[in-house]
């Protein structure tokens, strides 16, 4: 079992930034690939952005490309996303989640998820 904990989520005008953070426990962290999901109200969760388990490949979806990145520390059990130039259409649930195999764009193949953290911008 993997547990995942997010934070970071709030209220932010739009322009401005944010980093969500999720920790994990439980299982050897560093075998996961690890994605983040969100999912805004009405809508279906779409894919954000994954990482592979050392950090060394990462993968955005169009939406956020250049705006957002993914990192991760190994060490801490604790991946990170932090999120610029948002915009108002960027509100959402965010959620984090884990793959023992290698990462996803398909939120049905990840293993573990967090709660979610709710993220809102204003215009």
């Known amino acids: 079992q993997v547990q995942l904990v997010e934070s970071g989520g709030g209220l932010v005008q739009a322009g401005g930034s944010l980093r969500l953070s999720c920790a994990a426990s439980g299982r050897t962290f560093s075998n996961y690939a690890m994605g983040w999901f969100r999912q805004a109200p009405g809508k279906e969760r779409e894919f954000v952005t994954a990482i592979n388990w050392s950090g060394g490949i990462t993968y955005y979806a169009d939406s956020v490309k250049g705006r957002f990145t993914i990192s991760r520390d190994n060490a801490k059990n604790l991946v990170y996303l932090q999120m610029n130039s948002l915009k108002p259409e960027d509100t959402a649930v965010y959620s984090c989640?884990?793959?023992?195999?290698?990462?996803?764009?398909?939120?049905?193949?990840?293993?573990?998820w967090g709660q979610g953290t709710q993220v809102t911008v204003s215009s």
């Open positions: 989640a884990a793959r023992h195999m290698g990462w996803s764009t398909l939120s049905y193949e990840y293993d573990y």
